[in-house]
Nanobody
Framework: QVQLVESGGGLVHPGGSLRLSCAAS????????MGWHRQAPGNERELVAS???????HYADSVKGRFTISRDNAKNTVYLEMNSLKPEDTAVYYC??????????WGQGTQVTVSP
């Protein structure tokens, strides 16, 4: 069972930056596709960014050019660097591990609030 623990959320002003981290317990971390998702109140959970075991990266259009996903397989950790944050980025952010065709393990989430 893969356990994921996110950290790094908080309150930031518009235009500010945050870096989220997600530490995985599994020694097989390097073989997983890792994704950052977010869910705002009243909205469905959406995939923000993902990175495969081979390093292929995907971003949602809403965050392209502002967010950067990366991974450190030696530390079993995936990161999400968020710059130029907007109020509409406010959400609970979750990291998840995918194997097969779906995300099968999820973290508990970390709150990101962007407010003046």
């Amino acid at each position: 069972q893969v356990q994921l623990v996110e950290s790094g959320g908080g309150l930031v002003h518009p235009g500010g930056s945050l870096r989220l981290s997600c530490a995985a317990s599994a020694s097989t971390f390097s073989g997983y596709t890792m994704g950052w998702h977010r869910q705002a109140p009243g909205n469905e959970r959406e995939l923000v960014a993902s990175i495969t075991s081979g390093g292929t990266i995907h971003y949602a259009d809403s965050v392209k050019g502002r967010f950067t996903i990366s991974r450190d397989n030696a530390k079993n950790t995936v990161y999400l660097e968020m710059n130029s944050l907007k109020p509409e980025d406010t959400a609970v952010y979750y990291c998840a591990a995918r194997w097969g065709f779906s995300y099968n393990a999820w973290g508990q989430g970390t709150q990101v609030t962007v407010s003046p």
